[in-house]
């Protein structure tokens, strides 16, 4: 156990619809990131947050948001959804924002599919 | 362009023999990290092993060991007598300097065979 926390598991929805995936850092840990893994992408990294603030935008689309809350807990918001949004999405958290040695920890996942 | 680069799709082993998993990598920031992760089945990332660009040795932990020439860009996977249970996905990653994020690679499917 990782000790970062997601929520739901698993999520089924269909598309133009809007979900929200949640993420619980480690504690302690100020830094959270979110990650797409899908079949023909692989693992992307979509957003980076550190201490409430947005620090790094990866290969996010303008549909998907997040945001860093006061108590540290972040959020993915997915909306007008479509097909190929179907993925697995991996919240992450670490202790600090920067260092090569600054190891991810990374949560169970949350698994999307879009019908 | 690709940072991260694992050519290897999937492999067999057979119990208690060791696997080496490639990993090659590119980047021109004088500082890095490299990572290996393991995906089971069930689906979470867990972390095996790290290792630093500037360190000297190669980094060990368990049954894995990385085996890192900075010359040739490479940082291969090995897991020494293999067991049932690390058949798995594995992941190769870089976190560079000037970076927040880690890079990815395609990864490697291993399966243990009794």
């Known amino acids: 156990d990782s000790g970062v926390t997601q929520t739901p598991k698993h999520l089924i929805t269909a598309t133009g619809q809007r979900v929200t995936l949640r993420c619980s850092p480690r504690s302690g840990d100020l830094s959270v990131y979110w990650y797409q893994q899908s079949l023909d992408q692989g693992l992307q990294f979509l957003i980076h947050y550190y201490n409430g603030e947005e620090r790094a935008k990866g290969n996010i689309l303008e549909r998907f948001s997040a945001q860093q809350f006061p108590d540290l807990h972040s959020e993915l918001n997915l909306s007008s959804l479509e097909l190929g949004d179907s993925a697995l999405y991996f919240c992450a958290s670490s202790s600090l924002d920067r260092g090569v040695d600054n190891e991810q920890f990374f949560g169970p996942g949350t698994r999307l599919t879009v019908l | 362009a690709q940072k991260i680069t694992q050519t290897q799709p999937g492999m067999f082993v057979q119990e208690k023999e060791a696997v080496t998993l490639d990993c090659t990598y590119d980047?021109?920031?004088?500082?890095?990290?490299l990572f290996w992760y393991k995906q089971p089945s069930s689906g979470e990332m867990i972390f095996l092993i790290y290792?630093?660009?500037?360190?000297?040795q190669n980094a060990t932990e368990g049954r894995y060991s990385l085996n890192f020439q900075k010359a040739r860009k490479s940082a291969n996977l090995v897991i020494s007598a293999s067991q049932l249970g690390d058949s798995a996905m594995y992941f190769c990653?870089?976190?560079?300097?000037?970076?927040?994020?880690?890079?990815f690679g395609a990864g490697t499917t291993v399966t243990v065979r009794a």
């Open positions: 990653a870089m976190r560079e300097i000037s970076d927040y994020k880690l890079s």
């Open positions: 290792q630093g660009s500037y360190d000297q």
């Open positions: 980047t021109s920031d004088p500082s890095y990290g």
